[in-house]
């Protein structure tokens, strides 16, 4: 069975950092491209970033581009999401998915359960 897990979650100063990590189990997700999407409260699910398999290409949205920084460890069939200069309305809940179909338009196949990051203003 397909499972991937987030944590690392948390609350969180504004200008803050969190550092969010999603482990894969059951399948090995090293040959795929990986993403993190994330849903704010009455708000739709919209995509944070991608990965590359080999963690070579990175892609993002514009709403975190240069404070947020997607990696992963395929020995530990991992993927990790560090978030710096958090805004309160980065707050949401975050999901690993993966494999994903592209890194700019993805589709994904499984989807991690969530982990609330809350950031104060």
């Known amino acids: 069975q397909v499972q991937l897990v987030e944590s690392g979650g948390g609350l969180v100063q504004a200008g803050g950092s969190l550092r969010l990590s999603c482990g894969a189990s059951g399948r090995t997700f090293s040959n795929y491209a990986m993403g993190w999407f994330r849903q704010a409260p009455r708000k739709e699910r919209e995509f944070v970033g991608t990965?590359?398999?080999?963690?070579?290409?990175?892609y993002y949205a514009d709403s975190v581009k240069g404070r947020f920084t997607i990696s992963r460890d395929n020995a530990k069939n991992t993927v990790y999401l560090q978030m710096n200069s958090l805004k309160p309305e980065d707050t949401a809940v975050y999901y690993c998915?993966?494999?994903?179909?592209?890194?700019?338009?993805?589709?994904?196949?499984?989807w991690g359960q969530g982990t609330q990051v809350t950031v104060s203003s």
């Open positions: 990965i590359s398999w080999s963690g070579g290409r990175t």
């Open positions: 998915a993966g494999p994903c179909s592209s890194l700019s338009s993805p589709s994904c196949d499984y």
